[in-house]
């Protein structure tokens, strides 16, 4: 079954400044499976980032369409979850108040939405710092207060826009297998878009790579290597050299 | 406590300190009196004790001017806010809006006074057009730029979040935009103020604080002039410091500011 689907799409922005345009996607089809982990990669604005709001519905593409388990996506909507880089938390609310906020829409009195909530973030492992804000918590944190907001909307669709880009290696590890574990878990359909060749080949059951301007799909990598054993499989360390040399071949 | 209490009667001490040498060398340069710390504190206490000023007693005079000023503030503040908010949303209206305010926000507060005449005659409703004039722009720029300067991602979250728009005025909006509105909430208030005691100089009735100092010209009363400005500073003191200061800090504090 398919889960996202994007025919034919392209997107420009006008540069006033410049007076140009600049075509950030063009002419891009994609399809996402149901259950299915990809990564795109891809140099430093070749359309990434566009690419993921145009799913999320946070962009409108110039020409083609997305669709979302078969209705076009035209705006945001909460079966499709999008975090981006900043992770989208509000400051003034708490990590617990920012988890309950999809919740309102809902039919559930307060205390259910807390329990509700709770076990989100229990899921994440945030749920000790429930009280805490924001401002108070590592960037890892926060993408899983992230992460269980996006749960609590129980959206079948995540996009994430380099989630864990402003943190170490080691952490970023940590962070990579907890998510593995609670995406397939939940049976998550997942885009993630990353700098992180290593974490693409890892996290992903397909990794797309993007070149751009215009930006577009170049090059779609299957590691063959079940995702539990590829920390120390020589199948994901020659895809990793064969990804930097495309990419190379991109810059 | 006890440090900072003795502080601030250091400063008092300085303060009436080189007041008192002020006045001696006004009086020996213009060979004239001037109101002196002991004279004007002891009038303070005339006026406490039931003394009247122009046949009404400070209180009064304090109280009518507070009175003025919340009253116009008030007006200042809700329409403010209710247009700020609406230019904020509309991109037509908020260039409109923005060029009206900073018309409006370059008068002089006196320069009104041709306007409120024509409008209201002299006397009261006069006086509160005047300082809600001059209140309104800060308010309205304040709180229409911070709309604008939202973040359209804020509004696609939330649209994503499927938040009502109760939910998201009072949840995602009003804290996005709190410090920036109570900056011009302070400045109108402020702004405000100065205004009302020009305008009671003016065009204000027999009562008020503006109206005892511009009296003072013909009595030649300069005491009461003097506690008359000393109420202003200190309800200026009161506003900044106690209210608006608690305020922004609480506030700064709870969007993640401070």
Not at chain 2, 135 to 155: C, D, G, V
Request: one cysteine or more; aromatic letters at 10%.
């Amino acid at each position: 079954m398919v889960e996202l689907e994007a025919k034919s799409i392209s997107k420009a922005y006008f540069l006033a400044h410049e007076n140009r345009c600049i075509v950030a996607v063009q002419k891009l089809d994609f399809t996402l499976h149901v259950g299915e982990f990809v990564s795109i990669v891809g140099p430093s604005g070749c359309g990434k980032s566009t690419l993921l709001r145009l799913f999320a519905g946070f962009e409108t593409p110039n020409s083609g369409s997305v669709f979302h388990r078969g209705d076009a996506v035209l705006s945001p909507h909460h079966s499709r979850s999008f975090i981006p880089q900043d992770s989208g938390l509000f400051a003034w609310l708490s990590i617990e108040e920012n988890v309950m906020l999809p919740l309102h829409c809902s039919t559930l009195s307060y205390d259910q939405k807390r329990e509700k909530a709770l076990l989100c973030m229990e899921k994440t492992g945030i749920a000790s710092f429930a009280k805490a804000y924001p401002r108070e918590l590592s960037g890892g944190m926060k993408q899983r207060a992230a992460l269980s907001r996006a749960l609590a909307m129980e959206s079948q669709l995540i996009l994430m826009d380099e989630p864990f880009s402003a943190l170490d290696e080691v952490s970023r590890e940590v962070i990579d297998e907890a998510m593995q574990h609670f995406f397939s878990e939940n049976r998550m359909s997942v885009v993630l878009v990353t700098h992180s060749i290593r974490e693409a080949l890892l996290l992903s059951d397909r990794v797309v790579i993007m070149q751009g301007l215009p930006g577009r799909i170049s090059d779609v990598i299957i590691p063959r290597t079940p995702k539990e054993k590829r920390h120390k499989s020589a199948e994901i360390e020659t895809l990793y050299k064969q990804i930097v040399e495309r990419l190379k071949s991109h810059v | 406590m006890l440090k900072s209490t003795a502080w601030a009667l250091g400063g008092f001490g300085a303060f009436l300190l080189c007041w008192w040498l002020f006045g001696l060398s006004v009086e020996a340069v213009r060979h004239i009196p001037f109101p002196m710390p002991k004279d004007v504190l002891m009038r303070v206490y005339l006026l406490f004790q039931g003394e009247s000023i122009y046949d009404t007693s400070l209180f009064s005079h304090f109280m009518m001017s507070l009175k003025r000023w919340m009253i116009a503030y008030c007006i200042a503040t809700f329409c403010g806010i209710v247009l700020g908010v609406l230019c904020g949303f509309f991109e037509k209206a908020y260039k409109v809006g923005l060029h009206v305010s900073t018309v409006l926000q370059m008068m002089p507060g006196l320069a009104w006074i041709p306007f409120a005449m024509i409008l209201f005659g002299i006397g009261e409703r006069a006086t509160l057009f005047m300082i809600a004039m001059s209140a309104f722009p800060p308010i309205f720029i304040h709180t229409a730029s911070a709309l604008r300067s939202i973040s359209p991602q804020t509004f696609l979250m939330a649209k994503m979040m499927n938040l009502s728009s109760r939910r998201l005025f009072f949840t995602i909006i009003m804290p996005s935009i709190a410090l920036s509105l109570l900056t011009g909430l302070r400045l109108g208030l402020a702004i405000g103020w100065r205004v009302l005691i020009a305008a009671e100089m003016v065009v204000g009735s027999s009562v008020g604080l503006g109206y005892t100092i511009i009296q003072s010209r013909w009595s030649l009363d300069f005491e009461v002039a003097f506690i008359s400005i000393g109420l202003i500073c200190l309800v200026g003191i009161v506003a900044e410091k106690w209210v608006f200061g608690v305020l922004e800090q609480k506030v700064a504090k709870r969007v993640g500011n401070g």
